[in-house]
């Protein structure tokens, strides 16, 4: 899809106000959020005084970087409602997330969290273009996780006609979509892909069939290549989204038509880029760690939350108008790099290698291993049914220019087998990209 459309904007006060003025929008903020922490949340407290810093010494974002850290080990350890700087009778919503390490985290949010996160989705929405006369598909799941609320908010804000379908039951999702003629869908990309496989699989041409003109994808790392290939399938733009519960769900950034970076809502957060091994602030453009200190939260504010997400930013003004900071996709989670025979590798470095050949399909699998005493990854990724049905010299010949072209990308040998078609389980939310048997 190329990128000549008409750009829309929710708030064009907000989000195309100039530099400098939104640099004094911030100050402002942070040193109110500050105060407020400072006053409310006594571990934080404690932090701020070990560290011999009052709140009377942050005068603006240039003193962002004198404050200590936050973890999600704090939300952990003060779990559940230790870092909550509102009382409890002014939570309105508990949301949460599983988190990749198991134990579970939730975040309380005020009436006033829930406004600014349905203003940031309503944002999200209309610059992937959403107009009160559009039908919004969500199948994102409605839960604890954020996804499916956060559409719907943003969505409904807009005046929308929403149709809050939750995650799952494939089928009925695109009989839906093509007998509503629903134009937007709100999932993960991984699920997007699915439902365009499976719109194929069923007969229905997208382009004649369906009125889906784009779509809101987030809430797991995908590649540059996987949003041309989910185009492709849906007949669709493909925006990107991103967001986390501990700051507000999904929201808190996201690509418009333009599909260069994702504009991050810098009058309700500040972002910063630190050097993850020494907590040092980086420059705009140097790829570390994504932190966030929220300027407008009252159920549980954050401040410098580290996200584990690896980024840059960039300050450049965008063609569509906004002047807001913007992201570049998410390569990875910190925690997430396998290391293997000590080079690092991130699952998206093999997936855009995959999502780039013909006759696999973008479904795979890392199986890592350790076997006498060295580290082993195989990669097992679907073929096609053509290729499926394809001759054996042919198939090897697509497995090794993979197994080549991996090798080119991380720069270590992996095992890579074609697997049957539809053999990979598939996520309806979040994929599960790697099986880790070291760590089980
Ligand atoms: O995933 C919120 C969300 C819902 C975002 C729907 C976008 C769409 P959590 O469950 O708390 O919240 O997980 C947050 O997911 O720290 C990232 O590691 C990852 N993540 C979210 N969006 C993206 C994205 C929601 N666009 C964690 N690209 C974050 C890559 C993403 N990773």
Redesign the pocket.
């Given at each position: 899809m190329g990128n000549d459309r008409e750009h829309r904007i929710f708030n064009p006060r907000m989000e195309c106000m100039s530099r400098d003025e939104r640099a004094q929008l911030q100050s402002e903020r942070l040193v109110q959020t500050v105060r407020y922490e400072y006053d409310h949340v006594p571990v934080y407290r404690a932090r701020m005084d070990a560290k011999c810093i009052r709140p009377e010494d942050i005068h603006g974002i240039e003193d962002l970087k004198y404050l200590p850290f936050m973890e999600k080990t704090d939300l952990r350890d003060q779990w559940p409602f230790g870092l909550l700087a509102a009382p409890k009778r002014d939570i309105v919503r508990i949301q949460g997330?599983s988190g990749t390490t198991g134990h579970p985290i939730v975040s309380g949010y005020t009436r006033n969290d829930v406004d600014v996160w349905s203003e940031m989705m309503a944002r999200t929405l209309t610059a992937a273009g959403c107009t009160p006369d559009d039908i919004v598909q969500v199948a994102?799941g409605f839960g604890l996780?954020?996804?499916g609320f956060?559409a719907y908010q943003g969505a409904d804000k807009i005046g929308a006609m929403v149709l809050p379908m939750s995650s799952g039951n494939t089928q009925r999702q695109i009989l839906m979509m093509k007998d509503l003629g629903v134009t937007m869908l709100c999932c993960t990309p991984s699920y997007a892909a699915y439902l365009g496989e499976t719109v194929r699989d069923m007969g229905l041409d997208p382009n004649v069939d369906l009125k889906l003109k784009a779509g809101c994808f987030?809430?797991?790392?995908?590649t540059e290549e996987m949003r041309v290939h989910i185009e492709e399938l849906l007949g669709i733009d493909a925006c990107?989204?991103?967001?986390?519960?501990?700051i507000a769900?999904?929201g808190v950034s996201f690509a418009c038509l333009e599909k260069d970076g994702m504009h991050i809502n810098e009058d309700h957060v500040i972002a910063e880029i630190i050097n993850p091994a020494t907590g040092e602030p980086l420059p705009y453009g140097e790829s570390g760690e994504l932190v966030f200190t929220t300027i407008t939260k009252t159920g549980m504010p954050m401040l410098r939350y580290r996200?584990?997400?690896i980024c840059s930013l960039n300050p450049e003004p965008c063609a569509c108008g906004r002047t807001t900071v913007r992201m570049t996709?998410?390569t990875g989670?910190t925690d997430d790099m396998l290391i293997i025979r000590g080079v690092n590798v991130f699952p998206s470095q093999i997936e855009s290698v995959l999502v780039g050949i013909k006759g696999v399909a973008p479904h795979y699998m890392l199986v890592v291993d350790r076997v006498n005493s060295s580290d082993t990854m195989e990669v097992q990724v679907e073929m096609t049914e053509e290729m499926f049905s394809d001759t054996i010299s042919h198939i090897e010949q697509v497995r090794k220019n993979i197994t080549d072209q991996i090798k080119s990308v991380v720069g270590i040998a992996t095992n890579v087998k074609l697997v049957a078609p539809k053999s990979i389980p598939r996520s309806e939310g979040k994929a599960k990209r790697v099986i880790d048997h070291r760590k089980l």
């Open positions: 997330s994102y996780f954020t996804g956060g987030g809430a797991e790392p995908w990107d989204i991103y967001g986390l519960t501990e769900g999904p996200t584990h997400d996709r998410i989670r």
